[in-house]
């Protein structure tokens, strides 16, 4: 089974308590424990910035197998050759709509 299957509404509340003041404030003390005191909130929201900007990477650099993954649960769905069939139906409405505004 792929990673994939895991993400969803779970994955979405887990990042924003991670972002709740109250999460913050928890994170930032453990920081300044470690580091001392001079590390503060502006020094956690460039770890906060690095760390999202590290996860949008990470999508973006699984995309290909999310699709692969959405196109496999696809094909095995029994909506997926009425699916096909209406989407050929569109390019082909499309296809006589283009060629009917080049005459």
Do not use: H, T
């Amino acid at each position: 089974m792929s990673e994939w299957c895991l993400y969803g509404d779970d994955k979405r509340e887990k990042f924003e308590r991670r972002l709740e003041p109250d999460s913050l404030e928890g994170e930032l003390i453990r920081y300044k424990e470690v580091l001392g005191e001079e590390f503060g909130l502006k020094e956690l929201l460039a770890l906060e910035d690095l760390r999202v900007k590290a996860l949008i990477a990470e999508a973006i650099n699984n995309v290909p197998e999310f699709l692969l993954d959405q196109i496999g649960k696809a094909r095995n769905s029994y909506e997926f050759p009425s699916l096909v069939k209406e989407l050929g139906r569109i390019a082909d409405v499309m296809e006589e709509v283009v060629e009917g505004e080049g005459e």
